[in-house]
């Protein structure tokens, strides 16, 4: 079997044609297959949902329920048949309850791993590898300069600048879903244990990280008003991206913003965004991981989808690994 009559890509999204479902489709279909949670991949109205118990539960608090018709629920490493197509969720290292679908028929097998990372996250299952005729990559940061440095290097930045500066407040951006948890927990595994202040839009998703066993210490709500101004001197407040953009930062005394994204690499970007301390932490593979996985996976193709596909595409035709760029619309993941 030829792997493009497995799947293919369609204007809805990755399709495969004998077991007729679609993996991460951003419009609604019958069948839907979603790797995670996060709003690019995971969108409500489909006829039916198969994703971890995890991205179901998310989905389910993001969108409401039912945010699809029927839901059915897949633990790592149980097989479904789909009108004879072989179907296996593996953890991807990405968020909680992220996942790569590996899709078998006729002894090809198609590993499509969603968004994921290979550097220890406390707050996910880590990336399993698994081998593969053709691996479906990713390439957000697929990039030689994109590099990312160990993740507690970058939050002791934090907190020798809140040892440094104890009257102002560091605010630091992180999206909502996945980024945050990880930033509160890198915080308490390098010993901070005072109360972390966390934005409204924080409050739910956090409280499902803890609800699976992910321990975030003290969290309290971050809200100001000019009585409580003084409280958050000295103190570490999260919010997400949206909340910087509408200076949400700035009721903060004196605060330090911060950000944490693979995106922090670039200097320019960092400054554009009003950014004093970039934190470069990302839940994505950095240039090293992205090439360090095709090899492992030994897949003899690649096919590269959502960032900086060329690039990529290059690399594996220069390692001798047939390579293309697979050309799927809507994904600006919001989980970088
Ligand atoms: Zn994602």
Redesign the pocket.
């Known amino acids: 079997m030829r792997a493009r009559d497995l799947l293919r890509s369609r204007p809805e999204g990755l399709y495969c044609p004998p077991g007729d479902f679609f993996i991460d489709p951003i419009k609604p279909v019958d069948r839907a297959l979603i790797t ?1 949670g ?1 709003s ?2 995971a969108r409500s109205g489909h006829g039916s949902v198969l994703a971890t118990q995890q991205t179901l539960d998310i989905m389910g608090l993001r969108y409401g329920t039912p945010f699809a018709g029927t839901t059915q629920a897949a633990a790592f490493g149980e097989t479904f048949d789909l009108n004879g197509v072989r179907v296996t969720f593996h953890p991807a290292g ?2 909680l309850g ?1 996942a790569q679908i590996a899709v078998e028929r006729g002894g090809l097998r198609i590993v499509a791993s ?2 994921y990372k290979r550097q220890p996250d406390p707050t996910c299952v880590a990336f399993e590898l698994v081998p593969c005729d053709v691996f479906i990559t990713e390439a957000t940061f697929g990039l030689p300069v994109f590099r990312h440095p160990p993740d507690r290097e970058e939050i002791g930045r934090v907190l020798r600048s809140a040892t440094q500066f104890p009257e102002r407040s560091h605010v630091i951006g992180a999206y909502a879903l996945g980024k945050a948890q990880r930033v509160i927990r890198l915080l308490r595994d390098c010993g901070y244990d005072r109360p972390i202040y966390i934005h409204g839009a924080l409050e739910t998703l956090s409280a499902y990280y803890r609800s699976q066993g992910v321990e975030l210490g003290r969290l309290e709500p971050a809200t100001v008003d000019r009585s409580t101004k003084d409280d958050f001197a000295g103190a570490i407040v999260i919010g997400p991206p949206a909340a910087f953009a509408d200076r949400w930062s700035r009721r903060f005394p004196d605060p330090i913003s911060c950000f944490a994204s693979g995106w922090m690499r670039i200097r320019q970007r960092a400054r554009q965004g009003g950014v004093e301390l970039p934190l470069i932490i990302s ?1 994505h593979a950095d240039w090293d991981e992205l090439t360090d996985t095709i090899k492992e996976t030994g897949a003899s193709e690649v096919w590269v989808t959502h960032g900086r596909e060329e690039a990529l595409v290059r690399w594996c035709e220069l390692a001798g690994i047939a390579a293309r760029p697979l050309h799927l619309v809507g994904y600006e ?3 970088d």
């Open positions: 995670h996060h690019d991949h990405h968020v992220s969603g968004d839940d993941d919001e989980g």
